[in-house]
């Protein structure tokens, strides 16, 4: 079974300045998609960004990067110049191709932009 | 487009009482989701909904039953209430194939005393 982990609880970042979170996930498939969602104190999830995996060129939404190392099986969201909007619980999710389409969330991390 | 709906938003039960949980998605999805999100274990599958008349169990399906209405509803039903069911329950929808999201509704926070 596919497994998602995100090692930091809790992260810290300065209003205009750059963070990195981490996940790592495991899987025996070779195709997958996997996503960032952003949990703000609205609870609703909103997608930031995702990549497919048969791609090399890592994914980019405005402020918000990834650096996607298959072989590592490794997938961490940048978020440059860091907005009070920020702050939220980030999920890093993997989507399996199998039926259902089914998607594993980890824990989650708890960003806060500082003023 | 409402997109996906929940009904209620939040909800109080007391221990062995039975509810139902209400879900609608307006984009023409086949895939419908049900999780749970409880403190430091991020969102969990119960049931899903692989297109219109399917339902399989996820990770978590114990103490739950879910009905497929029709392609637009996904309902889930707790029979018997029990603390352990306190969380907040999200649905999700998505197109059946492809690189596509799942879209989620504004879940539903379930209290069980």
């Known amino acids: 079974a596919q497994t998602v982990t995100q090692s930091q609880p809790e992260m810290s970042v300065q209003e205009a300045e750059t963070v990195t979170l981490s996940c790592t996930y495991d899987t025996s498939e070779s195709d997958y998609y996997l996503f960032w969602y952003k949990q703000p104190p609205s609870r609703q999830m909103i997608l930031v960004i995702r990549?497919?995996?048969?791609?090399?060129q890592n994914a980019t939404e405005n402020r918000f990067s990834v650096n996607f190392q298959k072989a590592a099986k490794s997938f961490s969201l940048k978020i440059s110049d860091s907005q009070l909007g920020d702050a939220a619980m980030y999920f890093c999710a993997y989507r399996t191709l199998e039926y259902g389409n089914k998607l594993v969330f980890g824990a989650g991390t708890i960003l806060r932009v500082k003023s | 487009n409402a997109g996906v709906t929940q009904t209620p938003k939040f909800q109080v039960l007391k221990t062995g009482q039975s509810m139902t949980l209400q879900c609608a998605q307006d984009m023409n999805h086949n895939s419908m989701y049900w999780y749970r999100q409880d403190p430091g274990m991020g969102l969990r599958l119960i049931y899903y909904?692989?297109?219109?008349?399917?339902?399989d169990k996820g990770e978590v399906p114990n103490g739950y039953n879910v009905s497929r209405l029709n392609k637009r509803e996904f309902s889930l039903r707790l029979e018997s209430a029990a603390p352990s069911q306190t969380s907040v329950y999200f649905c999700?929808?998505?197109?059946?194939?492809?690189?596509?999201?799942?879209?989620f509704g504004p879940g539903t926070r379930l209290t069980v005393l």
């Open positions: 990549q497919e995996a048969y791609k090399q």
């Open positions: 999700a929808s998505s197109v059946l194939a492809g690189a596509h999201e799942q879209f």
């Open positions: 909904s692989a297109s219109e008349g399917t339902t």
